[in-house]
């Protein structure tokens, strides 16, 4: 009688095993078919997801080689793609502090930014139905948000040559997206982010940010560095009509806002640069133009550091944007004759204080 029971649990185990595994791959399916026809329904794309994995003693699930087109245009480049998207809730918050949220990790992502003359031509915004098959793909509020080596492009194919502005080693953590004292002791999310400008150079950026506020709220600190400006020759020839024959180029860049109004200043610094390039010669009208710009260039320029730089304040509302040109031209003059911009950020650590927008 004992080794008839065994058997009746080791078979019964066996059939157990067997009916998860079937279930899971069916499951498996079922969510892909279901991810693939979401995100087919956005008008104008074209999605598809080549396999979803499900992990369910983590509660989450993992999209496989996602890739999304643009259909409704002449784009020749996907609007996304990615290798791997994790989504998983957070155990923590959800046990202890009652509060159904969830990660989402992207990994080694690439997006395409394009601009172009026609709405058939441009590739250039989220709107809202993505963000609704988001929610219909992950029902859970987002509270963490990163991205893991990815890489970023803005691209323009009406120009010629054409324009391929890119950052690659893209890494960004966002966190306390849904705004909840239960999750974090403050209202306000937190994104840091680094990467790699044009495949040499190093930006890092740092961001506090209201996401519930009815109006704009926000801090934000921003270093580029270590650029080379010939790198930048395609963009610069297609929207100035000028090239660099050599120097580098950083920025730094600090920016508030609340209650529908916003300030803060740009300080673009190009160092040794040289717009003057001998290829310019075969184009009458591109070579007195450069002539020009490295001309006043020259004039403005820092020479005991070989720099040109300004300083751009801007303030206003949303509506009404106000560049200060007048300080512009001060600040330019300002670097060639009194005190060198050094293109970055006094205290990279000091992110002016964000106070949560007071719910009515």
Do not use: C
Request: glycine share 4%; net charge positive; hydrophobic share 45%.
């Amino acid at each position: 009688m004992k080794s008839v029971a065994k058997r009746w649990w080791f078979w019964l185990l066996i059939v157990i095993a067997v009916a998860f595994v079937i279930v899971h791959a069916y499951l498996a399916l079922w969510v892909r078919d279901y991810v693939n026809r979401k995100l087919s329904e956005i008008p104008g794309y074209r999605a598809h997801v080549a396999a979803v994995t499900l992990h369910l003693w983590r509660g989450a699930y993992q999209i496989h080689n996602i890739d999304i087109k643009k259909t409704s245009g002449k784009v020749p480049v996907p609007f996304f793609s990615a290798p791997l998207v994790d989504l998983s809730v957070q155990w923590h918050a959800l046990i202890f502090e009652h509060a159904a949220v969830g990660n989402i990790e992207i990994y080694r992502a690439k997006m395409n930014l394009v601009n172009g003359p026609t709405p058939d031509t441009r590739q250039t915004e989220v709107d809202a139905p993505w963000a609704q098959k988001i929610k219909q793909l992950y029902p859970l509020k987002i509270n963490r948000f990163a991205v893991h080596n990815g890489e970023l492009h803005y691209r323009d194919f009406s120009k010629e040559p054409s324009v391929d502005v890119m950052a690659d080693r893209l890494q960004m953590v966002a966190v306390n997206l849904t705004n909840s004292k239960k999750l974090s002791k403050s209202l306000i999310a937190d994104i840091r982010m680094e990467g790699r400008p044009l495949r040499e150079g190093n930006a890092r950026a740092q961001i506090s940010l209201d996401p519930y506020a009815s109006r704009p709220t926000f801090a934000v600190n921003l270093e580029v560095a270590d650029v080379p400006l010939p790198k930048l020759n395609d963009f610069a020839k297609a929207y100035g009509g000028f090239t660099f024959k050599e120097g580098t180029f950083k920025m730094a860049m600090e920016a508030n806002a609340k209650n529908g109004g916003y300030q803060g200043y740009v300080e673009p610094v190009f160092d040794h640069m040289v717009i003057f390039n001998e290829q310019s010669m075969q184009n009458p009208a591109t070579f007195v133009w450069e002539a020009i710009l490295g001309a006043l260039t020259q004039i403005i320029r820092n020479y005991p550091k070989d720099r040109f730089g300004t300083k751009v304040p801007f303030s206003g509302t949303f509506e009404h944007p106000t560049p200060d040109i007048i300080a512009t031209i001060f600040n330019a003059f300002r670097n060639a004759f009194v005190q060198a911009f050094e293109g970055k950020l006094e205290n990279w650590k000091k992110v002016p204080k964000v106070e949560p927008e007071k719910k009515q």
